[in-house]
C-alpha cells in the first residue's frame, strides 16, 4: 500500500491555465506538507496543514491555493500558470504538526508549463 | 537571514567511507535534517539531530554542532545504492525549514 500518494505524476500545460494536484496519505498523519523542488534541486516548503488547518504558509503567490477536505488530504490548485512553476512538486506528511519529525513523502508530481 | 550550504557534487569508491558537510544559518534553530533522495523519486528520511554529537544508525551517522552551525553526514562502507542526493534541512523558529540543493554523491566500483 502507497503511503503518500500523488496524482498527476506528470503535468503538462500551458501558460495561463489552471491545474490541480490531488495528495491522500493513508498513515493517520495529522500534518500534510506541499513542497516545491526547483531545477536547481532546492526544496522549499510552501505549506502545512494540521487537521485541515493551515499552519505554514510562505511567501507562495496567490495563484496557489492549498485545500484540506480532511486530514487525509490536501490538494494545490494553482491559477494562472506561469513558466516559473515548472518544477517537481512533492506532497509529505508527518505524524504531529511541528517540524522536529520525520516526513513521509510522496512520489512527486513533475509539472511543466510551456 | 537564512542559508543552507553543502558541497554540490562528490565521488567515492565503493567500500570507502564519506562525509558530507553542511553549514546552516537560521534564525531561532530548532535541529537539523538529513534526507537522501535517488534521482527522480522522493526524498527520504535518514536522522534529525537536536543535540551536539554524533547520532549512529546503522552505516549512517551525522554528527551536529549547534555553537558552529555545522552537521555532517557520514557513510559507512558505501555501496552502489548509496548514490543519491543528501539534503540537508534545519528547522527553526516558528515552524520554519529550509533546506540546500543538496549534495550529488557518484559511488564508483
Known amino acids: 500500500d502507497t503511503a503518500v500518494s500523488q496524482t498527476p505524476k506528470y503535468l503538462v500545460t500551458q501558460m495561463g491555465n489552471d491545474k490541480s494536484i490531488k495528495c491522500e496519505q493513508n498513515l493517520g498523519h495529522d500534518t500534510m506538507y506541499w513542497y516545491k523542488q526547483d531545477s536547481k534541486k532546492f526544496l522549499k516548503i510552501m505549506f502545512s496543514y494540521n487537521n485541515k488547518e493551515l499552519i505554514i504558509n510562505e511567501t507562495v503567490p496567490n495563484r496557489f491555493s492549498p485545500k484540506s477536505p480532511d486530514k487525509a488530504h490536501l490538494n494545490l490548485h494553482i491559477n494562472s500558470l506561469e513558466l516559473g512553476d515548472s518544477a517537481v512538486y512533492f506532497c509529505?506528511?508527518?505524524?504531529?504538526?511541528?517540524?522536529?519529525?520525520?516526513?513521509?513523502f510522496g512520489p512527486g508530481t513533475r509539472l511543466t508549463v510551456l | 537571514g537564512q542559508n543552507i550550504d553543502q558541497p554540490t557534487e562528490m565521488t567515492a569508491t565503493e567500500g570507502a567511507i564519506v562525509q558530507i558537510n553542511c553549514t546552516y544559518q537560521t534564525s531561532g534553530f530548532n535541529g537539523l535534517f538529513w534526507y537522501q533522495q535517488h534521482a527522480g523519486e522522493a526524498p527520504t528520511f535518514l536522522s534529525y539531530?537536536?543535540?551536539?554529537g554524533l547520532e549512529e544508525k546503522g552505516r549512517f551517522s551525522s554528527f551536529l554542532s549547534r555553537s558552529k552551525g555545522y552537521s555532517y553526514l557520514l557513510l559507512k562502507e558505501l555501496q552502489m545504492k548509496d548514490s543519491a542526493s543528501y539534503l540537508c534541512g534545519a528547522s527553526g523558529g516558528y515552524n520554519k525549514l529550509i533546506f540546500g540543493a543538496g549534495t550529488r554523491l557518484a559511488v564508483h566500483p
Open positions: 509529505a506528511s508527518s505524524p504531529i504538526r511541528d517540524l522536529y519529525n520525520e516526513q513521509f
Open positions: 539531530n537536536v543535540l551536539d
